[in-house]
C-alpha cells in the first residue's frame, strides 16, 4: 500500500484546511486508516482514525470536536477535515494504515504504511 498525503499549508488561526491521503495498492474501503502529526521536537501524535467497513471514527483529544475524518470509496481517499485551527496544530502531517483493525488505534506502533507527511502551519 502506497499514501500520498497533500494539502498542507500556511493558514491563520481560526482558519480550516483540508488533508488529503491518496492510496493505492489497496482499497481504503478495507483499510483502518489514520492520521498523525508530528511537532518539532514532540513525539508523533495520534489525531485520528477511522475503520474500514463501519466507519467508526476516533479523535484525539486535542482535537476533537475541531477535526473531522471521512473517506472517498470511489476517490480511494482518506480526508482530515481541519476547522478553527490553532497554532499548536502547527506539524507535519501523516496518514497511515494497516490491513486489520487494532484496538490501539492511537499507537503509531500499529500502523504498517505511512505516507511523507505533509506540513501544516498555523499563524497567530
Known amino acids: 500500500v502506497q499514501l500520498q498525503a497533500s494539502g498542507g499549508g500556511l493558514v491563520q488561526a481560526g482558519d480550516s484546511l483540508r488533508l488529503s491521503c491518496a492510496a493505492s495498492?489497496?482499497?481504503?474501503?478495507?483499510?483502518?486508516m489514520a492520521w498523525f502529526r508530528q511537532a518539532p521536537g514532540k513525539e508523533r501524535e495520534f489525531v485520528a482514525a477511522?475503520?474500514?467497513?463501519?466507519?467508526?471514527?476516533y479523535y484525539g483529544d486535542s482535537v476533537k470536536g475541531r477535526f473531522t475524518i471521512s473517506r472517498d470509496n470511489a476517490k480511494n481517499a482518506v480526508y482530515l477535515q481541519m476547522n478553527s485551527l490553532k497554532p499548536e496544530d502547527t506539524a507535519v502531517y501523516y496518514c497511515?494504515?494497516?490491513?486489520?483493525?487494532?484496538?490501539?488505534?492511537?499507537?503509531?506502533?500499529?500502523?504498517?504504511?505511512w505516507g511523507q507527511g505533509t506540513l501544516v502551519t498555523v499563524s497567530s
Open positions: 477511522i475503520r474500514q467497513t463501519i466507519s467508526t471514527r
Open positions: 495498492g489497496a482499497a481504503v474501503s478495507s483499510l483502518a
Open positions: 497511515a494504515t494497516r490491513h486489520v483493525w487494532n484496538v490501539q488505534y492511537y499507537s503509531r506502533d500499529q500502523y504498517s504504511y
